[in-house]
């Protein structure tokens, strides 16, 4: 591949994942308000507390992207990029069109289901993560994943926003625009996405069954390797902390300010400004000052004070203290897959994205559960939570990595 190929497959790549990250956050200032401000079919199913109906479907679709990006990824290192990220793409249209149905008949059941479905398919960002580092070289490895986290926070910035907007208007709008957004990306696809994954692996393994690739060939065959499942705790815990602080800012907004669906989509908007600038413009600075895995505890540890400081926040400060964490999470959030990239570079990369993807998703699902118990004492010491477990995310980091990741940066 030209470089100018890989930059034509670049582009038309972060075009995906912006849609798809939009997809996927558009409900994010949408079902906080419904379950705590609105009374019917749907809010009060079986007769169940809001907040508990609220945390199983803030679990059932990370459920989804677990399951799916424990295979998908693997997948695509066997049948290509391409033609996975097709299939899932279309699964996932066909689950934001479904999930429109169920909020029009008020079928909290069905709604859950197309939930689950949808999640599934979005495990697709490890295809994307792959793809990334598929470009090296020709392209720079570390700036291909920083555009991609960038646009991912992009998608985390426009969905909320379109979906903030949209809430007063219906909540099934969101999962329509979402639809249509699918849709296009197929199209681009189709059309514009070249084939990266051109290995040997992928010739000597493409005429594998699903079932058999299912099997031999998924993301969590990775943790029967010491070094990776070392790895993988610092993630979890990592990845815990961070769906603590995503899962429930949106409920201690509600809980704490009264915010409505357009004001938790004007933070979210500015929390993923920073997250965007700070891929683009910080990432490469901070690296060449304190490498890898340096750069990480620092920004971990500073997310987890943060992360304390909750309860001490008032509605003003809110808004610049989540600028802050923006920066924080822009960082760690990119500089631990590098780092896995560069400790691993002999495993299948779609296999190792899928990994840390499904990582992240487990840690959604268990906090959405463990979360949602404790918010019924009050939404801050579900955040509160999360500043612990990231500190012990980044002690797990340091014994277990530092001076071996001192050595590597």
Not at 22 to 43: D, K, Q, S, W
Request: hydrophobic share 50%.
């Amino acid at each position: 591949m030209t470089e100018q190929q890989a930059k034509n497959s670049l582009y038309t790549l972060l075009l995906i994942v912006l849609l798809s990250c939009a997809g996927i956050a558009l409900p994010y200032p949408i079902l906080a308000p419904l379950f705590l401000n609105e009374v019917n079919g749907f809010t009060t199913f079986g007769g169940i507390e809001p907040k508990i109906l609220l945390g199983f479907l803030l679990a059932i679709y990370p459920l989804g992207i677990l399951i799916g990006s424990s295979f998908i990824g693997a997948a695509s290192d066997v049948y290509g990029r391409r033609k996975v990220l097709v299939i899932t793409l279309i699964f996932s249209t066909i689950g934001y069109l479904f999930s429109v149905w169920a909020l029009l008949s008020e079928n909290y059941l069905l709604f859950a289901l197309t939930r689950f479905i949808t999640g599934i398919s979005e495990g697709n960002i490890a295809i994307a993560k792959a793809i990334a580092i598929d470009l090296s070289p020709p392209l720079d490895k570390t700036r291909n994943y920083s555009l991609v986290s960038a646009t991912t926070y992009a998608g985390w910035l426009l969905g909320p926003l379109i979906g903030g907007l949209l809430q007063p208007y219906g909540a099934y709008l969101a999962f329509l625009v979402a639809a249509v957004a699918m849709v296009f990306a197929i199209v681009v696809v189709n059309f514009y996405l070249g084939e990266s994954n051109r290995s040997k692996d992928t010739d000597q393994h493409a005429h594998l069954s699903i079932r058999r690739m299912l099997y031999q060939n998924n993301s969590f065959t990775l943790l029967k390797h010491k070094p990776i499942r070392r790895l993988f705790y610092v993630f979890l815990f990592s990845t815990l902390a961070t769906n603590a602080y995503y899962e429930f800012y949106p409920l201690w907004l509600v809980e704490s300010f009264n915010f409505s669906g357009p004001n938790i989509g004007f933070i979210t908007a500015i929390l993923t400004t920073a997250m965007i600038l700070s891929s683009i413009y910080l990432l490469p600075i901070v690296k060449a000052k304190y490498g890898l895995v340096k750069a990480s505890k620092i920004s971990m540890f500073c997310f987890a004070l943060m992360m304390f400081s909750h309860y001490l926040f008032t509605e003003s400060s809110s808004w610049f203290g989540y600028v802050f964490i923006g920066i924080l999470i822009a960082i760690y959030n990119a500089m631990l897959p590098i780092f896995a990239s560069e400790q691993f570079a002999d495993v299948s990369q779609g296999k190792l994205m899928g990994l840390i993807t499904t990582t992240f998703s487990l840690s959604n699902v268990l906090m959405a559960i463990i979360g949602s118990i404790i918010s019924l004492y009050g939404s801050v010491y579900s955040i509160m939570f999360g500043g612990l477990l990231m500190l012990i995310a980044i002690s797990l980091l340091h014994f277990s990595w530092a001076d071996n990741a001192t050595k590597k940066t």
